[in-house]
């Protein structure tokens, strides 16, 4: 008869590709059940958008398979994000487990594009996703979601997100008198209103919180990273070598604030042409990829430019929506499960400095 310690030494030897450890130290093996020779447990994944679940499950299916012990074997695989960001410290969002700021150096880059397209792949993999619309000068997302006769409402003195296609949304653009009126706010009144938005909403339990920051280094980024605990920040950028360069700005914000850099993301990336299947380079080749590896910095994937994506923006219906299988579709899929497995990574890394603070106090 096999028994639970066997089991656990065949399956330490299975290594989750992104966090470089066993999944046994982990604790990603959950509820063994052994009935003579008949074996039964749960592999509980770091997120569910993680791009090597396919290849963990089935270096586990292998192991286990060499134990010629075992005459029948039954697997069940679910997903549990991990969270990056200290939720101890944090008593103003305890429920939300990883918020990811994304940012950009300079506008025009389609960052909101990505932000909300992302938001929807991370929530098709089956996370429980928010986003906030963090340009309180130009909130594009309720347009972008076709949000127009959306609204949020007030509930025990917290705002109500609004919802769409499973995310639960806030914005300044929901506000019906700044649908065709400039906000017109000084610096201070701009960091109360993100305050407002992050800590006075009942986001409820959330995997992932997309926050679409605005471009530059101004007042809002900063209010991001001083308010409260966040995960990391992906930034966006096109190929061309203007766009790389102003964006080096923007994470260099963030590395002075201790705020991880989660990636880049290049938008824009080409153009295939419908009648040749080639490859267009518009703006320039690798630009973003370039400048991750000059700063070492993880390249989280490219979108291409295509009208279908632009096309959705304007008319409130989203690529992901409208065409989940697409090219586009799928380049965004991609970026999710990278962003996703970074988030990953960075709660690994957070918990092994938290047992390695308490050891060092004992």
Known sequence: MVSVDQVLSTLATVI?????????????????????????????????????????????????????E???????????????????????????????????????VGKTTVSVNLALALAQTGAKVGL????????????????????MEVDNNKLQPAES???KVVSFGFFAEQSHQAAIY???????????????????DLDYLIVDLPPGTGDIPLTLAQTIPITGIVVVTTPQDVASNIAVKA??????????IMGVIENMSYFRCPNCATDHYIFGKEGAKRMSEKHDLPFLGAIPLNPGIMEGSDSGRPVLVTDPNST???????????VAARCSVLASQLSDEMKAEVATQK
């Open 16 to 68: 989750d590709p992104d966090l470089k450890k066993d999944i046994v130290s982990m604790g990603m093996i959950k509820d063994i059940e052994i009935n003579g020779n008949d074996l039964k447990f749960t592999l509980e994944l770091t997120t569910p958008a993680c791009p090597f679940n396919d290849e963990i499950e089935q270096d586990v299916r292998n192991a286990i398979s060499k134990m010629k």
């Open 70 to 108: 075992i005459s029948k074997f039954d697997l069940k695989v679910t997903a549990k994000v991990m969270e990056g960001r200290s939720l101890s410290m944090d008593e103003m969002l305890p429920t939300v487990k990883n918020i990811i700021g994304v940012a950009s150096g300079k506008g025009g």
């Open 132 to 151: 906030l619309d963090a340009d309180i000068y130009g909130p594009s997302v309720p347009l972008m979601l076709g949000m127009g006769k959306s609204a």
């Open 165 to 167: 296609h499973g995310l």
């Open 186 to 204: 000084r610096g201070p009144i701009i960091s109360g209103i993100l305050k407002q938005f992050l800590v006075d909403t009942n986001w409820s």
């Open 251 to 260: 994470f260099g914000m963030f590395q002075k604030l201790n705020i991880p």
């Open 328 to 338: 586009m579709s799928q380049a965004f899929m991609v970026v999710a499960k990278n």
